[in-house]
């Protein structure tokens, strides 16, 4: 017959934003327009949590550690930004581990929201850590091909007690809210801010070897 099923396995979904011109998987900022709301929720915040952070003794050479130190003490030195959101069911949505191979001297923040994922990372140096990456955390890391940081999503964790249900309660007679928010129940949404910086230096003779 003609009728569609759901698939067996969901997969999960990039989100489209409804830009001026066609519909885009990807949001994307620059210095003319950095005071956004992605800007000041997400980076803004994490930077002034990693503020609070006592030193810690790290190779010199970790690019992740030394684009934070120079980024976190100067908000307005964030020249691009790139916003997409994926969408994970639960408990069947997955997403298969990778590097990202981003090679433009970009640091990328990723925030979890709605329900639990299991979180895979692993780096050429170190085993591979499974966690829980619960709403609200932040995960920031080094998506070059020189940093080598694979990473993936094995499942979502279904639980019968969820943080949204306390903002539900207080939305509850707003009915356009609560339904924004109730889609948090049965979904885990990975935002990720792709976010390069003015004085970032890349060397290509390191990319090309």
Not at 9 to 32: G, I, N, V, W
Not at 138 to 151: C, G, K, Q, R, W
Not at 170 to 188: C, M, V
Request: with cysteine; net charge negative.
């Amino acid at each position: 017959n003609n009728v569609a099923t759901a698939c067996m396995y969901p997969t999960p979904k990039t989100l489209l934003f409804k830009t001026d011109d066609d519909p885009s998987p990807t949001l994307h900022f620059d210095e003319q327009n950095s005071n956004n709301i992605y800007n000041e929720m997400i980076i803004r915040k994490t930077n002034a949590i990693l503020r609070c952070q006592p030193s810690q003794t790290i190779d010199d050479n970790d690019n992740t550690h030394n684009w934070l130190l120079a980024n976190k003490n100067d908000e307005n030195n964030i020249v691009k930004c790139g916003i997409s959101v994926i969408r994970y069911p639960a408990p069947t949505g997955k997403f298969p581990e990778h590097v990202d191979h981003c090679n433009d001297g970009s640091c990328v923040y990723l925030l979890s929201l709605g329900c639990t994922a299991k979180f895979s990372v692993a780096t050429t140096k170190t085993n591979k850590t499974v966690f829980e990456f619960q709403s609200g955390d932040v995960l920031v890391f080094d998506p070059s091909t020189e940093a080598s940081i694979s990473h993936g999503v094995p499942s979502i964790v279904e639980s019968t007690y969820h943080p949204i249900d306390e903002l539900l309660e207080f939305s509850k007679d707003d009915q356009e809210t609560t339904a924004s928010f109730d889609s948090l129940r049965n979904y885990r949404y990975g935002v990720q801010c792709r976010v390069k910086q003015k004085n970032t230096q890349i060397d290509e003779r390191r990319l090309e070897s």
